[in-house]
């Protein structure tokens, strides 16, 4: 066998080994004991999804096409505490769950209709009903047609 032939030969080899078996990984669990994905969830087939905000998130950074498909187009109501309350240039009120301060952070992003006035404010826990419309910018969820429910519904 020729030098060069050899040398290619060697080279094959010494990859092949190197690369041993293919091996998978997980996420690695986080600090505080949990678990890497969240646990799944039952959702019912028809009514109302009831879901904390961090849920919600937790299923879009999961698996974001299974989540969208999951709740995309049905009535949610989302429990979590308020990040950021902003209007839109078109005057719609949007409430925001989740993570705020980094672009594209993990969010759900609750619209109300421009009339409307949420009257709810950064750091208050509430519950928003809406139709959820699926994934948004970043990750998580935006949410239209909301309403805030009143505490203990």
Same mark, same amino acid.
């Given at each position: 066998?020729?030098?060069?032939?050899? &040398? +290619?030969? &060697?080279?094959?080899?010494?990859?092949?080994?190197?690369?041993?078996?293919?091996?998978?990984?997980?996420?690695?669990?986080?600090? @505080?004991?949990?678990?890497?994905?969240?646990?799944?969830?039952?959702?019912?087939?028809?009514? +109302?999804?009831?879901? #904390?905000?961090? @849920?919600?998130?937790?299923?879009?950074?999961? @698996?974001? !096409?299974?989540? @969208?498909?999951?709740?995309?187009?049905?009535?949610?109501?989302?429990?979590?505490?308020?990040? %950021?309350?902003?209007?839109?240039?078109?005057?719609?009120?949007?409430?925001?769950?989740?993570?705020?301060?980094? =672009?594209?952070?993990? %969010?759900?992003? /609750?619209?109300?209709?421009?009339?409307? !006035?949420?009257? +709810?404010?950064?750091?208050?826990?509430? =519950?928003?009903?809406?139709? /959820?419309?699926?994934? #948004?910018?970043? =990750?998580?969820?935006?949410?239209?047609? /909301?309403?805030? &429910?009143?505490?203990?519904?």
């Amino acid at each position: 066998m020729s030098v060069p032939i050899r &040398l +290619v030969l &060697l080279l094959l080899l010494t990859a092949a080994i190197s690369c041993g078996p293919s091996v998978t990984t997980q996420k690695p669990a986080p600090k @505080d004991g949990g678990s890497a994905r969240p646990t799944p969830m039952t959702i019912p087939a028809t009514g +109302v999804i009831r879901i #904390s905000a961090n @849920d919600l998130i937790a299923q879009f950074q999961a @698996d974001e !096409n299974a989540a @969208d498909r999951a709740f995309r187009d049905r009535t949610v109501e989302v429990t979590g505490k308020v990040v %950021h309350v902003e209007k839109t240039k078109t005057g719609e009120p949007v409430v925001r769950f989740g993570e705020i301060g980094r =672009v594209l952070s993990p %969010h759900v992003e /609750c619209y109300f209709q421009a009339k409307d !006035n949420p009257g +709810v404010s950064v750091g208050q826990t509430c =519950v928003i009903r809406g139709r /959820c419309m699926g994934k #948004s910018m970043g =990750v998580g969820a935006w949410i239209k047609e /909301c309403a805030v &429910l009143p505490a203990g519904k």
